[in-house]
């Protein structure tokens, strides 16, 4: 019998932390980011293991990484591989029209809870959301949740692509439940089908029958 998925896990009081630091993690790395960097690893000490171990060893790459070949890894994964891309309505929508309704939702969803995005931020970019999910942790997670397949898509095409990125990935992963049932599905679709309405580039979605091992899941 297939497995519906349903769930939405309740949240611990580490979580708004470990989503904070994700969302540091995984902004464009400015003349800020260096800074960030040390606030970042105490932060992510202070985490359960399964979280705080992936973010650990991005923060010691990045710390022994000049910020200028940060930078240019940055735009080189993630503005130039459209496997890799850090907007999640992307993976459910591809580019159609039913994206623009996913992101007038999550805009929506934002003003509701009383928060507000500057003119340059798209309110579906994975800092974005997590930034939001460390502030209101409750609706935070039912959109990490929504989201589930495409977050798991993005962390293994990282982890296929050697990416620094895919520890902060996987330690996204760990903040949320186990993929099963139809979540699992979900992935394996989109890995096979790539997103809707999108016939350039379908190749590298390929994946095989199984997901690979360990999917990550939460800390007990």
Do not use: I
């Not at 497995?3 to 932390?17: G, I, L, M, Y």
């Not at 790459?61 to 496997?83: G, M, N, P, Q, S």
Request: hydrophobic share 40%; aromatic share 8%.
């Amino acid at each position: 019998m297939k497995r519906k998925s349903t769930r939405t896990a309740p949240t611990e009081p580490w979580h708004s932390n470990a989503w904070q630091v994700q969302s540091l993690l995984l902004a464009y790395p400015d003349e800020q980011f260096e800074q960030l960097l040390a606030l970042a690893g105490r932060v992510a000490a202070t985490l359960p293991e399964p979280v705080a171990r992936p973010l650990l060893r991005f923060t010691a790459h990045a710390e022994r990484t000049a910020t200028a070949d940060l930078t240019a890894d940055y735009v080189a994964t993630f503005d130039h591989r459209k496997r890799c891309c850090l907007y999640l309505t992307y993976y459910g929508h591809g580019d159609t029209r039913k994206r623009g309704l996913g992101l007038l939702r999550l805009k929506q969803t934002y003003a509701e809870a009383g928060w507000r995005l500057s003119d340059d931020e798209l309110p579906d970019h994975l800092a974005v959301v997590l930034e939001f999910a460390a502030a209101d942790p409750a609706t935070g997670t039912r959109l990490l949740t929504e989201h589930r397949a495409g977050l798991e898509l993005l962390r293994l095409a990282l982890n296929d692509e050697g990416s620094p990125w895919a520890h902060v990935l996987d330690s996204v992963s760990a903040t949320l439940p186990a993929l099963a049932g139809d979540d699992r599905e979900a992935v394996m679709r989109l890995a096979a089908q790539g997103p809707p309405e999108e016939q350039v580039g379908l190749d590298p979605y390929a994946s095989p029958v199984f997901l690979p091992d360990p999917v990550v899941g939460g800390p007990r």
